[in-house]
């Protein structure tokens, strides 16, 4: 099996309700759809958005990536290879990681085809039935609490509540959910780097003191701020858990040695794919470090590469937090891993199982 040819595409996807942080507003999922082309007619599919406060991507430069660096690398070259394969897409330019995610994403997808098998099996095995959490953007406190019962009367047992806006106003915010679904769900903080170290030392310590109890926080400081990130970590109950501030297998090397953080967010848009997740994931183990698998704004396309991830490598990644394709209106995506609500489930389909994406608009690279 050679790949022929590489192929792109604009997936526009409306959210059910507006996703709010402390960095931005979505109302529209608008992604690049990466299709690879074999000789033997077999397809793999990846996506990657374009998260320009968080990764630097850009619809243009993810599809001038790809088309001018990394597709160049890959015409002619055997699915088999995988692993030079990903060492070519991943030496073609430096950064771009949400481009790279993608083609490595349709590339394991196609190396699963080959061998007739779903893609966690071939990267491990597992039980092919996850859990994920559901997001509660940032909003009036009427507002977050109301979606946060919504969000627990349909099933989901872990809530990640976006703060980082006003520390006054994020502690009242917390205190009202907490008392609203407190036995009914564990409690997630992202406050996406809205805080500084200090506001965050005072609001988990107001929160753990007003006996609220918390999962975990995540990434309460500025990406590059490690030690203020190891400042909260050293001072306060809660877990703290790095994301912006942790791409690749180096970084996490570093955050872990500093005891900068209690738990990693593997994200494939930062890791720039599949191949580094692992070894993020696989390092984390080494250290007996607990793992978070996340998303940006993405498809069922994405996200189902992370949910084969997830199963694979699940003795390291305990907590999961892919729910972007319930944030959407509708999932285009025909085949493919199975999202109903909190559970997430893998079919016996070879790769990512996915046999049409509906609405991909064809772009011209």
């Known amino acids: 099996m050679k790949i022929t040819d590489i192929r792109f595409g604009m997936l526009r996807v409306p959210l059910k309700t507006p996703f709010k942080t402390a960095l931005r507003t979505v109302e529209l999922v608008e992604d690049i759809v990466v299709s690879i082309h074999t000789d033997t007619g077999h397809v793999g599919y990846g996506e990657a958005p374009a998260t320009a406060v968080i990764t630097g991507d850009t619809h243009g430069s993810i599809v001038s990536a790809i088309n001018k660096f ?72 009427d507002k977050m609490v109301a979606d946060s019962l919504s969000a627990v009367d349909r099933g989901f047992e872990s809530l990640k509540i976006k703060v980082g806006k006003d520390i006054g106003v994020d502690i009242e915010r917390v205190k009202a959910i907490y008392a609203a679904v407190e036995g009914r769900a564990l409690l997630r903080l992202d406050a996406n780097q809205g805080w500084t170290a200090k506001q965050a030392v005072y609001a988990m310590q107001s929160l753990e003191d007003a006996g609220v109890r918390l999962e975990l926080l995540e990434q309460p400081v500025k990406a590059q701020d490690i030690d203020g990130l190891k400042y909260v970590t050293d001072r306060v109950h809660t877990p703290v858990m790095a994301d912006e501030s942790v791409f690749g297998p180096l970084q996490v090397i570093d955050l872990i040695k500093a005891r900068a953080a209690d738990i990693i967010n593997i994200k494939l848009m930062k890791t720039g794919g599949i191949s580094n997740a692992i070894r993020i994931a696989d390092i984390a183990a080494l250290y007996g470090v607990e793992c978070m698998i996340g998303c940006m704004l993405e498809t069922s396309i994405s996200v189902a590469a992370a949910v084969h991830v997830a199963v694979a490598k699940s003795g390291v990644i305990t907590k999961v937090d892919l729910d972007g394709p319930s944030l959407c209106a509708f999932d285009p995506v025909d085949g493919g891993v199975t999202f109903n609500e909190s559970e997430i489930s893998i ?16 772009l011209t690279a």
């Open 70 to 141: 990394i597709a160049p690398r890959l015409i002619g070259e055997e699915v088999a290879n995988l692993n030079r394969i990903t060492r070519l897409i991943q030496g073609a330019l430096e950064r771009n990681t949400s481009a790279k995610a993608a083609v490595e994403i349709a590339v394991y997808d196609l190396w699963a085809q080959l061998y007739d098998t779903p893609l966690y099996k071939m990267l491990g095995g597992g039980e092919p039935v996850i859990t994920t959490d559901i997001t509660i953007s940032v909003d009036h406190i």
């Open 347 to 362: 079919g016996d389909a070879p790769g990512l199982g996915i046999r049409e994406i509906r609405g991909l608009e064809p």
